[in-house]
C-alpha cells in the first residue's frame, strides 16, 4: 500500500541525480547534526560524565532514536501522507476530510497544525544561528585567540547568506548535492577511523544500554534526552521538501548514504570518547587531525550554510501555502527559478529571518546556549506530525484501527519522551522558542478569523445577484467599449465594489467580469479545472479561479484564459481592473476580542497591495474605498 504519488518511474540516471539533489537540500538539516549532538550530552549546562556506561548509553538512544524516528516513522510511514507529491504540515492538514461529521475535531486538529507550522518557523530561526555557530566555533579547536571572533564570523556570514537569496538557489542549487556527499563521506571517514581503535562501542546497538542509561541517572538522563533529540532535528524538513524530489530519491539518500554516515561519525564520536574524555568540549572536531581542522572548519560552514539554506527555502514555501490557505496576509513572492515552481523569495520573511537570526547569535553567543532553544521546536512539531497522521490514516485512507494505533502509538511514544524531556530546558532558552510559536499562531489564528468574518460580513450584507442584474436590465444603463473586472472575496452575491461604481458612475463597460479567487486543499490545480465560468448574461460573466496551496495566483493569466475559452474579455489596454480598498473599524460585533480586531487590522494595512500580489497592472488599476465595521 502507497498513498504516495511518488516519483514516476524512470531511468536510473535521473532517479540518481534527484537522490544527490535530495542530499543537499533534504538532508542538509540532519547532516550537520553531529556537529553539536554528542558534544551537548558531555559538555555544557546539562552534562553527563563520560564513562564508558554513559557513553554507550547515549549511542544507544541515537542510533534507536535515528533508526525509529527517521527511518521508520518518516522514511516508511510518513512520506507516504503526501498531498499529490507535496509534503509537510499544510499538506497534512488538506488530507483531513471535509465532511460535517469530523468538524470540530477537524477545526481542534487544524488548529494544532497551525501550532506545528509556528514551531517550524522558531526552527527556521534557530537552525541557521546554531549550526553556522558550531561550524566556526570548530577554530577555538585549533587556537584560543580565534574565541572572540566567533559571534563576529556568524553573524557576517549568516548576513552573507540571507543578502544572496534574492539571487535563488537554482544556480548555486547544483553544488549542494556534491558538497553534501563529500561532507557525510568526510563523516564516514573520520567515524570508521575512530571505530577501528575502539570497536567496542558497536555494543551500543543494543537497546538494553539505553535502558540502563535512565536507569542509572534517572532524572539527569531525562535531561540528557533532550540533547539527544538533536541527532533527529531534520525529520520535519525532510517531509516539507518530498515535493522537490519524490519519495524514492528521498528513500535513497538515507538508507545508503546518510543514515550510514551518520551512525558511523556518532559512533565515532563514542569512541573518542572512550579513549580520551578530555575531548567531550568538542568530540566533532577532536577526530580531526590537527592539519585538517582549518579545512574541515569550511567545509562544516559550508554544509551548515547549505542547511540553512534549505530550512529558509523551507520557510518561504510554508508561508506561501499559509498564504493560500488565508492564514497569513498578503506578501510580495518572487519568483526566482522559471523553471520550478518552487523556488521563490520573499523580501519581507527573508528580512525578519535574517535580524532574528543575527540577534539570536549575539544574545545567546555559543550553540550549547542555543541547543536549549532548539529542541522543542522540533520534538512538539514530530508530535503534532504523528497525531494529524492518525486521523489521515483512519478518516481519509480508511485503514482499521488495528493497523494505524500500533505504529503511531511507538511514533507518540519517542516524540512525547523528547518533548517531556526538552520541557525541563524551558529556562535556559526554551521559553524563546514557545514565545515565538505563541505570537505567530495568535497572528495567524487572528488573520484567518478576521477574513472569516469579513466574507462573512459581506455575504451578510451582499445584494442578490439576480436582483442586481434584474435592476440593471430595467434601467439600462450607458455601456462604455472595454472590459471591467470586479474582484469579490465571496463567490456569492454582488461585489460592493460594483455597487459602489454603479451608484456613482451610472455607467458600466461593455463587459463586466466578477472575479473571486479561492484556495483549493491541493497543491496545484490542473488548467483545465482551473476557471469556473458563468455567463450572467447582459455582458456580466462570473468566474471563479481555484488555486492550489503551492500556487501564486496570476489575474492576467486568469484573464488570457476565459478570453481563450470565447469570453468575450478586451486585451489587457482595455481592461480596468476594480479592488475595494478596506478601511476596517473595529466597532462591530464580530466574535473577535478587541486587540484581535485591532491586530487584525493594523495586519490588514500592512498586507501586500492586492495589485502586486495579484499580478495586476498598475496603471489599470481603480481602488474605490469602503468602510466596513468588524
Known amino acids: 500500500m502507497s498513498h504516495s504519488t511518488g516519483q514516476a518511474k524512470s531511468g536510473f540516471g535521473h532517479t540518481a541525480a534527484l537522490s544527490l539533489g535530495a542530499l543537499g537540500v533534504v538532508y542538509g538539516d540532519i547532516g550537520t547534526s553531529p556537529l553539536y549532538a554528542i558534544k551537548e550530552c558531555f559538555h555544557g549546562m546539562h552534562a553527563i560524565a563520560v564513562n564508558q556506561a554513559n557513553v554507550l548509553g547515549v549511542l544507544s538512544l541515537i542510533f534507536w532514536s535515528l533508526t525509529m524516528v527517521i527511518t ?45 507550522a509556528a514551531l517550524l518557523y522558531g526552527d527556521g530561526i534557530i537552525t541557521p544561528a546554531i549550526s553556522v555557530l558550531s561550524a566556526v566555533e570548530g577554530l577555538t579547536v585549533a587556537t584560543d ?43 564516514a571517514v573520520l567515524g570508521l577511523k575512530q571505530i577501528l581503535a575502539a570497536p567496542g562501542v558497536l555494543l551500543a546497538v543494543n537497546p538494553a544500554y539505553a535502558v540502563d542509561f535512565f536507569l542509572v541517572n534517572h532524572l539527569h538522563g531525562v535531561v540528557v534526552l533532550g540533547s539527544v533529540v538533536l541527532c533527529i532535528t531534520g525529520g520535519e524538513a525532510l517531509y516539507a521538501d518530498l515535493g522537490h524530489f519524490g519519495r524514492r530519491p528521498i528513500q535513497y539518500s538515507w538508507l545508503l548514504v546518510v543514515f550510514p554516515s551518520l551512525l ?72 526566482t527559478s522559471s523553471a520550478m515552481e518552487g523556488q521563490i523569495y520573499i523580501p519581507e520573511v527573508n528580512f525578519a529571518l535574517m535580524w532574528a537570526c543575527i540577534g539570536l547569535t549575539i544574545a545567546f553567543g555559543e550553540s550549547s546556549r542555543l541547543a536549549a532553544a532548539y529542541g522543542i521546536a522540533v520534538t512538539a512539531t514530530m508530535g ?57 499562531v495568535m497572528a495567524m489564528a487572528t488573520w484567518e478569523d478576521g477574513r472569516k468574518a469579513l466574507r462573512q460580513l459581506a455575504v451578510a450584507t451582499a445584494v442578490p445577484l439576480r436582483l442586481f442584474l434584474a435592476d440593471v436590465a430595467t434601467k439600462n444603463p450607458i455601456r462604455v467599449p472595454g472590459t471591467a473586472v470586479f474582484m469579490s472575496l465571496s463567490p456569492q452575491g454582488t461585489p460592493v465594489t460594483l455597487l459602489h ?48 496551496f503551492m500556487e501564486t495566483p496570476n489575474v492576467p493569466d486568469i484573464m488570457a484564459q476565459a478570453r481563450a475559452q470565447g469570453i468575450p474579455i478586451d486585451p489587457p489596454a482595455d481592461t480596468t481592473f476594480f479592488l475595494g480598498r478596506e478601511s476596517l473599524l473595529t466597532t462591530g460585533k464580530a466574535k473577535m476580542a478587541g486587540f484581535r480586531k485591532g491586530l487584525f487590522a493594523l495586519m490588514s494595512r500592512n498586507a501586500r497591495p492586492a495589485t502586486a500580489y495579484f499580478g495586476l497592472p498598475p496603471g489599470r488599476v481603480v481602488e474605490l474605498g469602503v468602510q466596513v465595521e468588524l
Open 72 to 116: 521508520v516513522k518518516y522514511i516508511l510511514f510518513i512520506t507516504a501522507a503526501d498531498n499529490r507529491g507535496e509534503g509537510g504540515i499544510f499538506a497534512l492538514i488538506e488530507l483531513l476530510p471535509k465532511d460535517v461529521g469530523h468538524q470540530h475535531v477537524r477545526i481542534a486538529l487544524a488548529f494544532l497544525g497551525l501550532c506545528g
Open 145 to 187: 585567540a580565534a574565541a572572540p571572533l566567533v559571534v563576529p564570523i556568524t553573524c557576517l556570514i549568516l548576513f552573507g547568506l540571507f543578502s544572496v537569496q534574492r539571487r535563488g538557489t537554482a544556480g548555486i542549487g547544483r553544488v549542494f548535492g556534491p558538497i553534501m556527499l563529500v561532507w557525510f563521506s568526510v563523516l
Open 384 to 440: 503534532i506530525t504523528s497525531i494529524l497522521y492518525f486521523f489521515v490514516a483512519r478518516w481519509t485512507w480508511k485503514q482499521p484501527l488495528a493497523r494505524v494505533l500500533p505504529p503511531v502509538l511507538i511514533f507518540l511514544a519517542f516524540d512525547l519522551a523528547y518533548f517531556s524531556s526538552n520541557l525541563l530546558k524551558v529556562a535556559d532558552g526554551g521559553w524563546f522558542t514557545l514565545l515565538i510559536a505563541a505570537l505567530i
Open 264 to 335: 558511523l561519525n556518532y559512533f565515532g564520536q563514542g569512541a573518542g570518547l572512550l579513549l580520551d574524555p578530555g575531548t567531550a568540549a568538542n568530540p566533532f572536531y577532536s577526530m580531526v587531525p590537527d592539519t585538517m581542522l582549518y579545512p574541515m572548519a569550511a567545509l562544516s560552514t559550508a554544509a551548515t550554510v547549505i542547511a540553512s539554506q534549505a530550512l529558509i527555502s523551507g520557510v518561504f514555501s510554508l508561508t506561501r501555502q499559509a498564504i493560500q490557505l488565508g492564514v497569513c496576509p498578503r506578501l510580495r513572492i518572487v519568483h
Open 501 to 548: 461604481h454603479y451608484k456613482h458612475n451610472k455607467i458600466f463597460h461593455q463587459n463586466v467580469v466578477i472575479l473571486s479567487i479561492t484556495a483549493s486543499d491541493v497543491p496545484t490545480v490542473s488548467q483545465e479545472g482551473r476557471l469556473d465560468i458563468q455567463d450572467l448574461g447582459q455582458g456580466f460573466f462570473r468566474i471563479v479561479a481555484r488555486y492550489g
